[in-house]
């Protein structure tokens, strides 16, 4: 029973949850084929407008070379990124985002095995949006395809809520 393979995946995942620098439970949990990965991180003080459209560039052309998709939201202050891919890509994307120096605070937020990608023709989608969650929000439901599952959608709106000012209409 324990030699399974989905049952080696939970248990590393429940003891990578209170540790997360056990190293060999967390790279069990993110090895796993087709995985979804949903991340935030802080941007740069000074980051620029041709940081941001770097980045942009660099994740689109790096991700179609590895069979990569996703979304990357972008508040003035945050990162939010969702990754779809292999095992072996999304270990190497993680390690990329890492280290670079235009954002500190990288966190992962959530990651499961998806059975189908949510955002099959986007290599890197980049979507500003507001830093009041409302705003962010209805900016993100119009680009969102429609395929999206609303899981997905559910997930992304709350990771979205997370690293936004809630600002109540007057």
């Known amino acids: 029973f324990y030699d399974r393979r989905e049952v080696k995946g939970a248990l590393a995942f429940l003891r990578a949850v ?31 407008k041709s940081d941001l459209e770097d980045i942009h560039l660099t994740a689109r052309e790096l991700n179609a070379i590895d069979g990569v998709t996703g979304l990357l939201v972008f508040n003035g202050t945050h990162f939010l990124q969702i990754i779809e891919g292999g095992e072996s890509a999304i270990e190497d994307l993680i390690e990329r985002l890492r280290g670079d120096p235009r954002h500190t605070g990288f966190e992962i937020r959530d990651q499961r095995q998806v059975d189908a990608r949510s955002f099959p023709d986007w290599s890197m989608e980049l979507v500003r949006v507001n830093a009041g969650y409302f705003q962010a929000r209805d900016t993100i439901a119009e680009r969102l395809p429609e395929t999206v599952p609303e899981a997905i959608r559910a997930r992304l709106f709350r990771m979205t809520e997370l690293i936004s000012t809630i600002e109540f209409p007057t």
């Open 18 to 48: 209170p540790n997360p620098k056990d190293e060999v439970s967390v790279k069990r949990v993110i090895k796993v084929p087709k995985r979804g990965v949903g991340d935030t991180s802080l941007a740069r003080l000074d980051l620029q």
